[in-house]
């Protein structure tokens, strides 16, 4: 179960991703006093006895710096240098409240970029220009809008791209963990076994090396007896038949 501190900081991170997909004006100075309140909690969070797992705290923090990147971005003066710095944001990949369909920060984000790709295309050919220019002039400003709208999709296929890799990357990653933990596993059990072999082959060994003593002994015994016999017999043979002269 969530802790009462974690409950708060979800809240205030949906305000915050609330805030962020509207025009800011007036709110901007909130949204920023939100934000520093938000690192604080994150921060408390991880030193929390009943903090959240790993893989949540990582999914809190990226959004709360997707959050912060968006504000440093939108600082910046040149519509060019918001647009590059939006290009480096991550967001969220997991929606911050249950009825969300679509992560709040990814949704921000799309928005950031097509408000910055807008902005770019006016700075680099103005609307009130582009009507006063000759028909030929005003396709060359269709052309190049063509040409931002075609770039802008090239980034976002091969930033799909990429996000793509990164998972396949993980998935394989996380396979062959598994593999090579079995295989440990089994190695294990193969080390085990040869020691229980072992050990069973140095039992055996010390029996039979009793059992090879004992009949060595009993085989002793019996020559003796033997050898005794012949020579007592010799001994009768002689006394009882003497030498004919």
Request: some cysteine; charged content about 25%; aromatic content about 6%.
């Amino acid at each position: 179960m969530a802790s009462r501190l974690e409950i708060n900081f979800v809240r205030l991170l949906s305000r915050c991703e609330s805030i962020a997909s509207e025009k800011r004006g007036e709110t901007e100075w909130r949204l920023e006093k939100y934000v520093g309140a938000l690192e604080e909690m994150l921060v408390a969070l991880r030193k929390s006895l009943s903090k959240p797992t790993p893989e949540v705290l990582t999914e809190y923090t990226r959004k709360v710096d997707f959050l912060k990147g968006l504000l440093e971005a939108d600082k910046l003066s040149s519509p060019t240098e918001k647009a590059l710095a939006n290009q480096f944001l991550a967001p969220g990949r997991t929606p911050t409240i249950a009825n969300e369909r679509m992560p709040a920060t990814k949704t921000v984000h799309m928005q950031t970029k097509a408000r910055c790709t807008g902005e770019m295309r006016n700075e680099l050919c103005p609307a009130s220009f582009r009507s006063g220019l000759p028909l030929d002039e005003r396709q060359s400003a269709a052309e190049l809008e063509a040409v931002l709208q075609h770039h802008h999709n090239l980034q976002e296929k091969l930033a799909d791209d990429m996000l793509n890799l990164a998972r396949n990357l993980k998935n394989n990653s996380l396979a062959a963990q598994n593999i090579i933990k079995q295989d440990n596993q089994t190695l294990g059990q193969s080390m085990r076994q040869a020691d229980l072999n072992f050990e069973k082959l140095k039992t055996e060994s010390e029996r039979l090396e009793q059992h090879t003593k004992k009949s060595v002994n009993w085989l002793l015994w019996i020559m003796l007896v033997l050898v005794s016999f012949t020579f007592i017999s010799m001994i009768l043979f002689i006394r009882i038949f003497p030498r004919l002269r």
